[in-house]
């Protein structure tokens, strides 16, 4: 098997952090609340992927579509010999189809926070592709983070962002500007961010999307309280809390909740927390833009919106933006 030089810039215990969350997000006065970070892990990860192929979930199919069509144009701007930085790299469909698409990128560099599953993938994609040198980097890339060398400022070879599957989505607004502004900072002139955004649309179309008739969303949801009761000391019954996933309009967002369906104290590690029945644990925030509202934002952060491609049906959209 190919050696790989691992970046890894998690020194805290996952583990100790997720508790901390939890006690802060659950003893918080009004609204409880978890990060949907804590989501993916393993089992987690693989609900997702079954999420991308339920009837409901459009973003996937809809996004590799959209791909298959913009990235030669994409190869063209780029030209030859590139360095990508992908966040949150996940099962690695998207990134063969990029990587096949450039002619002969030079660097791939994946971020993820879930170790077993980044280390896996990138054996494999550097298993696939000789020539491709990749330095996967274990991270929160929700906080600031070390990249290795080869995607510095002094490089002479362009550098491509890939940020797919409308992960920029959970951000908040203004989170998502300093994102996006965080990312134009690790780029020069000429360098470009490829990124996936959920559009605005009917709520019926979204509503579905999240309360998928599998259940398979529901399970998705749910395992955030498995992983607390397969990590800690805990009495809490999982046959009290059920999937809720609302649009709300106002903010173009899709909101996820645990909801407790009765009253109950819940002890985790010897800390208790009282719920009162229907009282709810928000779990994310999926946010909707329009091209139009993305653009601005992507502006703000400082790219130029040199290209835009979308389905015919506008349920997904893919920018080049250029710094
Ligand atoms: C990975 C944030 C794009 O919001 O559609 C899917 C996560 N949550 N179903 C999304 C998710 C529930 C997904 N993103």
Known sequence: MTDLNIHRQTQVNQDDLFLQDIFAGWSAVGQKTLPCKYFYDEKGSQLFDQICQTPEYYHTRTELAILARALPEVAQYIGPHADILEFGSGAGIKIRKLIDALSSPRTYIPIDISEEILLASSAQLAQQYPELAVFPVVAD??????LPEQFSHQSEHKKLVFFPGSTISNFEPQAAIHF???????????DALLIGVDLVKPAERILAAYNDAQGVTAAFNMNLLQRIQNTYQTDLDLDTFCHRAIYNVERSRIEMHLISTVQQDIQIEGRR???AEQESIHTENSYKYSLESFQLLARNGGFD???CYTDAQQLFSVHYLTA
């Open 141 to 146: 890339y929700l906080s600031p983070i070390q």
């Open 180 to 190: 996006i502004k965080h990312i134009r900072a690790l780029l020069g002139e000429g």
């Open 305 to 307: 919106c040199t290209h």
């Open 273 to 275: 927390f009282a719920f």
